[in-house]
C-alpha cells in the first residue's frame, strides 16, 4: 500500500520559515516525481511546487517561485518543502502527493501550516 | 496557463438521481485531464485520468469523457458517500498544472 505522510506544520510569524517533510512508503520511490500541493482554509487545490524522480528538476507555482524550495533525498524516500520568507496568503494545508504522469495520486493527509503574529 | 472554470458550482440532487459535472478549458489540453473527489477533511482522491480512465478502485458508475476544451464527469445514481467537492486539473501544459475551482455535490 503506498503511504505518504507530511510532518513539519505549525505556526510561523510572517518572514518565517519552515521546512515541510513527506514520507513515503510502498512503492518504488525513486522511479517517481512527486509534488506539493496546498489548500487554503475553504478554497481549493493549487498546485505549489514539483521535483522529477532523481531531483535534477524542480518546478514552482508563480505565488511560490523564489521563496519555496523543494528536494528530496532518495535514500531516505522523502521530500521536502522549504518555506522562505512565509506571508499570510500562504496558511493552508499542504499536501504531497505522488505524480506517476503528472496526476496526484495518492495524496497524504496534509499538514498545516498557519502563518500569522 | 491554462485556467479551468467548473460549473455549476453547486449542484443539489438527490441520492439515487444521475449528476453531471463540467470543466472548461482556457486552451486545448487534448484528453490530459483528471477528476478528484474530495470530502470534507480529507485529501483529494483520483478518480478519473485522461478524462476517461477510470482510477483503481473506482466505482463504475463514475465516468468521465471530454476532449480538447470540454470535459464532463458523470455519476450515473449517486450513493450517500458521493456528496462531495469534485476538481478538474490538466496536465497537458505545465508547469503550472492547474485545478479548476471545484464543483460542491450537495445532498438535495
Known amino acids: 500500500e503506498v503511504r505518504l505522510l507530511e510532518s513539519g506544520g505549525g505556526l510561523v510569524q510572517p518572514g518565517g520559515s519552515l521546512r515541510l517533510s513527506c514520507a513515503a512508503s510502498g512503492f518504488t520511490f525513486n522511479r517517481y516525481a512527486m509534488s506539493w500541493v496546498r489548500q487554503a482554509p475553504g478554497k481549493g487545490l493549487e498546485w505549489v511546487s514539483g521535483i522529477n524522480s532523481n531531483g535534477t528538476n524542480t518546478y514552482y507555482g508563480d505565488s511560490v517561485k523564489g521563496r519555496f524550495t523543494m528536494s528530496r533525498d532518495n535514500s531516505k524516500n522523502t521530500v521536502y518543502l522549504e518555506m522562505n520568507s512565509l506571508r499570510a496568503e500562504d496558511t493552508a494545508v499542504y499536501y504531497c502527493?505522488?505524480?506517476?504522469?503528472?496526476?496526484?495520486?495518492?495524496w497524504g493527509q496534509g499538514t498545516l501550516v498557519t502563518v500569522s503574529s | 496557463e491554462i485556467v479551468l472554470t467548473q460549473s455549476p458550482a453547486t449542484l443539489s440532487l438527490s441520492p439515487g438521481e444521475g449528476a453531471t459535472l463540467s470543466c472548461r478549458a482556457s486552451?486545448?489540453?487534448?484528453?490530459?485531464l483528471a477528476w478528484y473527489q474530495q470530502k470534507p477533511g480529507q485529501a483529494p482522491r483520483l478518480l478519473i485520468y485522461?478524462?476517461?480512465n477510470r482510477a483503481t478502485g473506482i466505482p463504475a458508475r463514475f465516468s468521465g469523457s471530454g476532449s480538447g476544451t470540454n470535459f464532463t464527469l458523470t455519476i450515473s445514481s449517486l450513493e450517500p458517500e458521493d456528496f462531495a467537492v469534485y476538481y478538474c486539473q490538466q496536465r497537458s501544459n505545465w508547469p503550472p498544472w492547474t485545478f479548476g475551482q471545484g464543483t460542491k455535490l450537495e445532498i438535495k
Open positions: 502527493a505522488k505524480s506517476g504522469r503528472y496526476y496526484f495520486d495518492p
Open positions: 486552451q486545448s489540453v487534448s484528453t490530459y
Open positions: 485522461d478524462a476517461s
